[in-house]
DNA sequence: TTTCATATTGTACCTTGGGACAGGCGGCCG
DNA sequence: CGGCCGCCTGTCCCAAGGTACAATATGAAA
């Protein structure tokens, strides 16, 4: 276990104590003295890891840097630390998605224990983000006429249907069905539908009055 | 909105001024003592509501009662409303699903903005609840053999390998088809497949080797 | 201007799905 | 025991999906 820990905190000398503690305990840390930091050195999704992040530090807070990532679709997991914390912010803070909130002083292997529950976490999100970004990807190939298309039948319409409300013959629909399996590599509906559904693509449609 | 309030809370005059205030704001209040108490007259789902619930009382705390509630699949979100509450249990509590998590005092207004956020998405949680049960429900009246097809035609198995795979003819798996359809009340396997996701009894089943 | 992607359409043929109609076999319950 | 239900099976036929082979048109890019 390499995982990447980024330690978010003003505080130079804790800072560098929490970064000597993680190392020993096998992670590769990066700390930033403050939330802009951080954004500027954007941590990508190559490498499992987490944040531990302050909630006081100067300029943007931690919970306003949490916001920040939500919004950048960051999958990073957030463990707060700090020192002291108010019941509203530590709500605010795991509604928002934070794995966990912790005081300071913190003993290691509680705070072990966060940042591998933490890391675990990502791990399975990027499992699950990398799955659904291929799907996507699949699904950006589609030319507009097929993505129609690819909406229309995997909500049930037939050939027919679909030729009748995209104004055109049924045969150029087979074409572009073609295409779409194709493109979407399934070899039935039934895994067009599935990708559809997790994709969130697929509004039930209502039936054709024709 | 005359959603139900149950308060669980061990002191007596707490409980009615509680009681009385939310009354007044139009709710309608159910009070317990203890844990206990709420569980032997466990609220259905039958009207929105939510639970406001303190953190220390006699007997089952409020975080257990919180866990024998998710065991029991209630949908009725919590609000805890507690005079002390320390960082571990508030984290604790909110990531077991707690709408909120109060100190008293409380004013009114933001007690009852709680209130609202926890009713309107017990209102969520029961529509959602009652989608998925009806699915549920058709889908528990198939045969365990029209089951097992439901299973492999939303793989996306063609009849002549459900055929197959079950041991019997084409013509056989067309009819077992047919009452799934039939029952599952959907006129394309699109909807089929769609229902099967929802449902989570999708499992994407290697392609066939013959 | 040539080339490429996109969108379109046609014919023919085969496979798959699905309805109509009809029947057989075995277990369970009143 | 008779009837109901689940399960199985058959034939005929049509509708829908899918493929091979082929071709046209248009706009954008090289």
Redesign the interface.
């Known amino acids: 276990m390499h995982a990447y820990v980024h330690i978010v905190d003003d505080d130079d000398s804790f800072r560098t104590a929490l970064e000597r503690r993680l190392k020993l305990a096998g992670y590769r840390v990066l700390t930033y003295a403050s939330a802009r930091q951080l954004l500027d050195r954007l941590p990508g999704d190559e490498e499992a890891g987490c944040i531990l992040l302050d909630v006081r530090i100067p300029g943007m807070s931690g919970p306003e840097l949490q916001g920040r990532l939500n919004e950048l679709q960051s999958t990073l997991p957030i463990v707060f630390l700090t020192g002291y ?1 108010d ?1 509203a912010t ?2 605010q803070a ?2 928002a998605g934070a794995e ?4 300071k002083p913190i003993a290691s292997d509680q705070l072990i224990e966060a940042i591998e529950r933490a890391v675990a976490r990502h791990e399975l999100a990027r499992s699950q983000r990398a799955r659904f970004d291929s799907l996507r990807a699949l699904l950006a190939r589609l030319t507009p006429r097929e993505r129609q298309v690819f909406d229309l ?6 050939n027919k249907q679909v030729a009748y409300e995209l104004g055109t013959t049924e045969r150029t629909i087979k074409a572009h069905r073609h295409q779409v399996m194709e493109k979407m590599q ?6 067009l ?2 990708i559809a ?2 994709l969130g693509t ?1 509004q ?1 449609g209502g ?1 054709v009055r024709g």
Request: glycine share 4%; net charge positive.
């Open positions: 914390a019941t530590t709500v795991i509604k966990d909130f912790l005081t039948i995997v909500c049930g319409r037939i399934v070899q039935s509906l039934a895994e539908v599935s559904e997790r697929r039930p039936a």
